[in-house]
């Protein structure tokens, strides 16, 4: 099974600074099938990112997502005050599908 | 608007079952495979099971044995029957539904871009 380890566990940033999120695979993720999602509080994951740089619907261009192999990365350019959540990378290349264990980004 | 309802959930005690349920609409259920993820109380995302259009099973080595999962496409509804339930099953369960038809291996090759809200097992005496 692929683990992915996300760093940092938590990242304190202001509303206008720029979060680089970290996801690392413990093997190659083929075709670049990683995905990032948003959750908040008592709410479901929100589909962001697939395929690890094409935004899911209605995502703002302030996130972008890179990468490839096994380093993958999210970006939220300028932080709004709804951008504060749990983001989680997911592999969906190899059987089972994985979670990383998720960065919380919290207000500085 | 896809729409994933899951219900069924509550307390239970150690070594019992449960019936869980997830009511979709809105799309063309017959033709995804579907999932079903848990988190439990302040942790992460795990991935428990999934089902194929043609009725393939899969599951997580923790549930494999205890969990399972089936479909009824005539109601557009998802199942997860639980028994043998353990404490360590106690989480909320969302039912998830992939991007794309074209999946292998219960949804493999997709994201998932709709969730339900989740219902909560407690297992607990």
């Known amino acids: 099974e692929i683990v992915l380890t996300q760093s940092p566990g938590t990242l304190s940033l202001s509303p206008g600074e720029r979060a680089t999120l970290s996801c690392r695979a413990s093997?190659?993720?083929?075709?670049?099938?990683l995905a990032w999602y948003q959750q908040k509080p008592g709410q479901a994951p929100r589909l962001l990112m697939y395929g690890a740089s094409s935004r899911a619907t209605g995502i703002s261009d302030r996130f972008s997502g890179s990468g490839s192999g096994t380093d993958f990365s999210l970006t939220i350019s300028r932080l709004e005050p709804e951008d504060f959540a749990v983001y989680y990378c997911?592999?969906?290349?190899?059987?089972?599908?994985?979670f990383g264990q998720g960065t919380r980004l919290e207000i500085k | 608007e896809v729409q994933l309802v899951e219900s069924g959930g509550g307390l239970v005690q150690p070594g019992g079952s449960l019936r869980l349920s997830c009511a979709a609409s809105?799309?063309?259920?017959?033709?995804?495979?579907m999932s079903w993820v848990r988190q439990a109380p302040g942790k992460g995302l795990e991935w428990v099971s999934a089902?194929?259009?043609?009725?393939?099973?899969y599951y997580a080595d923790s549930v494999k044995g205890r969990f399972t999962i089936s479909r009824d496409n005539s109601k557009n509804t998802l199942y997860l029957q639980m028994s043998s339930l353990r404490a360590e099953d106690t989480a909320v369960y969302y039912c998830?539904?992939?991007?794309?038809?074209?999946?292998?291996?219960?949804?493999?090759?997709?994201?998932?871009?709709?969730w339900g809200q989740g219902t909560l097992v407690t297992v607990s005496s």
């Open positions: 093997q190659s993720v083929s075709s670049s099938y």
């Open positions: 809105a799309f063309t259920f017959r033709n995804y495979a």
């Open positions: 998830a539904k992939p991007e794309t038809t074209e999946t292998t291996g219960g949804g493999m090759g997709s994201p998932f871009d709709s």
């Open positions: 997911q592999q969906y290349a190899s059987s089972p599908r994985t």
């Open positions: 089902i194929s259009k043609g009725l393939s099973t």
